[in-house]
């Protein structure tokens, strides 16, 4: 396999603080302009069925062509995957690895100038053992203490590379919401505001209505500047605000931890209030119950495959409760929130079948193109498919069986993972790291 070409002209990525804030995530560049075929595999392409002695040519990157009938300049690197299975890489649509002991700033409710890329630590070995379970995108997420929480960030796990290397290119901005149990424990317990659900929504009401005043004050400034007043003067800079009202003009959304029926509903009734978007719920266990409204609303759930119990409010979790959900019109993705599960996404995956009936490109899916809706690079990753990153895993056996290992992962059609490889099968590994 071509090496990577790790000497990079120059990084891109300074550009995420704009002004104060963060903006998307900012372009890297390109790893690889490499040919690569992997050939007589059983491609699961998740979004147009398997194809059987299928092949799959990668060029500069994304995926440039996937048949039966696939050729390649005889220039290109050739992967043998005869009697092994090829699919997309998986993606963990809600993640707090790398992020070690920063992952929530319990110190206010709301906090949505917490940048998650202030913790980020790349050279976290999470990172490699995800990597080495197949995952090869992430969502990282601030914690559940706060109502509001912090922004996230996206990436990819090329370990071994910079930090900036591994930020997924221009994946959108994103923000943590969180209502119920968390919230109230964190800060009831401290005898302030929120001890109470009722607490909690007010918390946020109250957020977002001063981010509304915010956002008239800089227009009236806007405005005041725009018809030539020269001594108009700008409000004060306030970072969090700033956030919330970034989230309003749509510039990013919100991933909302949220358990309960009751609470899904009155998130969908805030978020429709104050004009933002809400892309996913979190956990979601009783999506369930009021599934039809959810779809509705057009908002993923990232759920896990049979968690239960182990607080109040998963008592009424159901192991069926992801394909329920996804019968009715929900975008379903089942995610870790553990290092552990990071690494048997697919098997977590492969438990809808045996709870509520799923068909195998519906599992594969919850934890590939879905997982890449509610993140939001769905046009980038999450299936096998002409023009996409070349983002894919081999294995050594169908990845829904409990005995499947990965042999080989690519990112940006480059090996990042190769089990055949001495020491811990990655190309970039280095001694002491």
């Known amino acids: 396999m071509r090496q990577v070409i790790r000497a990079w002209a120059c990084l891109a990525v300074t550009a995420l603080l704009a002004g104060g804030m963060?903006?998307?995530?900012?372009?890297?560049?390109?790893?690889?302009?490499?040919?690569?075929?992997?050939?007589?595999?059983?491609?699961?392409?998740?979004?147009?069925?398997?194809?059987?002695?299928?092949?799959?040519?990668?060029?500069?990157?994304?995926?440039?062509?996937?048949?039966?009938?696939?050729?390649?300049?005889?220039?290109?690197?050739?992967?043998?995957?005869?009697?092994?299975?090829?699919?997309?890489?998986?993606?963990?649509?809600?993640?707090?690895?790398?992020?070690?002991?920063?992952?929530?700033?319990?110190?206010?409710?709301?906090?949505?100038?917490?940048?998650?890329l202030d913790a980020f630590d790349y050279t976290d070995r999470n990172i490699y053992y995800t990597l080495a379970g197949g995952v090869t995108t992430s969502l990282l997420l601030h914690g559940s203490a706060n109502m509001v929480g912090g922004q996230s960030i996206v990436i990819k796990h090329k370990y071994g590379l910079g930090r900036d290397q591994l930020l997924f290119p221009s994946a959108p901005r994103s923000i943590k919401f969180a209502s119920g149990e968390n919230p109230k424990r964190v800060y009831g317990s401290r005898q302030q505001l929120p001890s109470t659900r009722m607490g909690n929504f007010a918390v946020q009401r109250q957020a977002l209505a001063e981010a509304q005043d915010y956002m008239r004050e800089w227009e009236q400034y806007d405005a005041k500047v725009k018809g030539g007043d020269k001594d108009a003067k700008p409000p004060k800079r306030d970072l969090k605000l700033e956030a919330l009202a970034d989230l309003m003009r749509g510039k990013m959304f919100v991933h909302n931890h949220c358990y309960r029926a009751d609470e899904f509903l009155t998130e969908i009734a805030m978020a429709k209030e104050f004009g933002y978007t809400l892309r996913s719920f979190e956990h979601a266990l009783e999506a369930y119950k009021v599934a039809d409204q959810i779809a509705a609303a057009g908002i993923g759930i990232s759920t896990f495959a049979d968690w239960w119990g182990y607080k109040e409010e998963a008592w009424d979790a159901i192991p069926w409760n992801a394909v329920i959900a996804m019968r009715h019109g929900v975008n379903v993705a089942i995610k870790s929130d553990s290092d552990d599960f990071a690494r048997r996404l697919n098997q977590e995956a492969a438990k809808t079948i045996r709870y509520g009936g799923a068909t195998e490109d519906e599992a594969l899916k919850m934890v590939t193109l879905n997982a890449a809706w509610n993140v939001g690079v769905q046009d980038r990753v999450g299936s096998l498919d002409v023009g996409k990153d070349a983002d894919i895993t081999i294995w050594n056996a169908h990845p829904l069986s409990i005995y499947a290992l990965v042999d080989m992962v690519l990112i940006d059609g480059d090996v990042f993972f190769d089990r055949s490889l001495p020491g811990l099968g990655t190309p970039y590994y280095k001694e002491g790291q």
Do not use: C, W
């Open 22 to 116: 963060a903006s998307a995530q900012s372009q890297a560049p390109s790893v690889g302009h490499n040919e690569v075929l992997i050939r007589n595999g059983t491609i699961l392409t998740v979004t147009h069925g398997t194809i059987k002695n299928g092949s799959v040519y990668i060029k500069d990157g994304k995926i440039a062509a996937v048949g039966a009938n696939v050729t390649a300049p005889p220039s290109a690197k050739v992967i043998d995957a005869t009697g092994k299975f090829v699919m997309p890489g998986i993606i963990d649509a809600h993640s707090h690895i790398a992020l070690r002991d920063d992952i929530n700033e319990a110190t206010s409710p709301v906090t949505p100038h917490m940048m998650m």
